[in-house]
């Protein structure tokens, strides 16, 4: 399993990301994926969940209405785009997904700050 994250960079308070995780080594339309973030000091929480054909999304109350989960099956990527960014979302984005054990990308960073 290799999950390969990219998109994550410096954005000010009001700005857009589009986070992206390229996923290989197992049959990715039978997984249900996820996105994680950890800021500095705090643990790491779940931030978006999509279904494996992409039928059901879930989101943490702190970013509904602003970040949108979805999934390609046929480029097996899944992608977070995250808009009116706050500096409360701060932190390492993860992609996750759970096959017995959690399988987890190396993070990409996301600050936003003026």
Known sequence: VQLVESGGGLVQPGGSLR???AASGFTFSSYTMSW???????????VAIISSAGGWRNYADSVKGRFTISRDNTKNTVSLQMKSLTPEDTAVYYCNVKRGVDYWGQGTQVTVSS
């Open 19 to 21: 986070l992206s995780c």
């Open 36 to 46: 994680y973030r950890q800021a500095p000091g705090k643990e790491r929480e779940l």
